[in-house]
């Protein structure tokens, strides 16, 4: 676990949001929390390095892309393989998220791969792609096509 | 966030060069938009002009530090529920009234709500999943990520 300090949290409420889209943005945010702008640059920097922020980068909208389609795919796979096999499926290059998740009493799946593309059938196609790299490891599998977005915030911590 | 998928002229090879580049990173310098433009034959201030516009016309949903909830001593969890189809709408505004609900999504299931928390806590996981089980008479399932494989996270624009 990573300690945080005051500045620090101050940091990530002041960025969390988004960057200002200004010539000098650290100096911008700087000046709203009364650092200096090395002092945000090293902050954010150390931040970087110890994994508390995984990227600074732009979030496209998938949907406006083109890439309307988006399924969750899940895979019940034996459990012993399921790390090494996991590792495949996460090194498509069409898979954005692959997770190993525990089952539940109403859920067998423990493999979970989110998959993209313009149309199902683009999805449908993909997920064959990934049934065939699990073979027979995979003993059942469904998708989960998102029919609505109900929520999209991200990150939002609260104060303190 | 819009769904809508913007038409092909919407976007020129500019727009889908800065799109595909600045997934990748965004730089930690005084002049930012100045070096992320440089390589793109862009002068910072049309970088900057260019985003604006991306952001209106809704080509991307954010800008700046993705925050990993875990390594800031919080959590994450993937969450679903079976919300009855007369009743999903109630559920759904009493689920996303919780700020710790980061998004959530319907998907074509028996477990048809699928929302993800992000709480300062791990502790306060259990407690949200407990008081949404309490607000909607639902049970709430849990699904923490046990491992994370590679993630790519380009979307070829």
């Given amino acids: 676990m990573t300690v945080l300090d005051d500045t620090d949290r101050r940091l990530i409420a002041a960025t969390q949001a988004g960057l200002p889209l200004v010539e000098a943005p650290y100096a911008r945010i700087a000046a709203d929390l009364g650092l200096t702008e090395t002092q945000v640059i090293t902050r954010l920097s150390v931040l970087h390095a110890r994994g508390v922020i995984r990227r600074i980068a732009i979030a496209p909208n998938h949907y406006a892309l083109g890439m309307t389609a988006n399924g969750m795919s899940v895979w019940d796979v034996e459990d012993a393989q399921a790390a090494g096999l996991g590792e495949k499926v996460g090194a498509l290059d069409f898979v954005t998220h692959c997770y190993l998740r525990p089952r539940a009493p109403v859920w067998r ?22 049934r065939a790299l699990l073979g027979a490891a995979c003993r059942a599998d469904d998708i989960l096509y998102s029919t609505r977005i109900l929520k999209k915030t991200g990150l939002r911590l609260k104060d303190g | ?135 909607t008479g639902l049970t709430v399932w849990r699904f923490p990520k046990l491992r994370e494989f590679f993630i790519g996270f380009r979307v070829a624009a």
């Fill in chain 1, 109 to 130: 799946y423990n493999l979970f791969a989110m998959l993209h593309g313009q149309s199902r059938a683009e999805v449908e196609q993909k997920r064959a792609q990934v």
């Fill in chain 2, 1 to 135: 966030m819009s769904r809508q998928t913007l038409p092909p002229e919407a976007l020129d090879d500019t727009d889908r060069a800065i799109l595909n580049s600045l997934q990748e990173g965004f730089p930690l310098t005084p002049r930012p938009f100045d070096d992320a433009g440089a390589a793109l034959g862009l002068t910072g201030a049309e970088l900057i002009g260019r985003l604006e516009r991306l952001r209106a016309i809704g080509a991307i949903t954010r800008f700046g530090p993705f925050y990993d909830a875990a390594a800031m001593g919080g959590a994450f969890c993937l969450c679903a529920l079976s919300a009855p189809q007369a009743d999903f709408d109630r559920i759904a505004d009493l689920v996303n009234a919780h700020p710790e609900v980061a998004h959530n999504y319907a998907r074509d299931h028996a477990l048809n709500m699928w929302f993800v928390l992000a709480t300062a806590t791990p502790e306060a996981i259990a407690e949200t999943a407990g008081q949404i089980e309490a607000e």
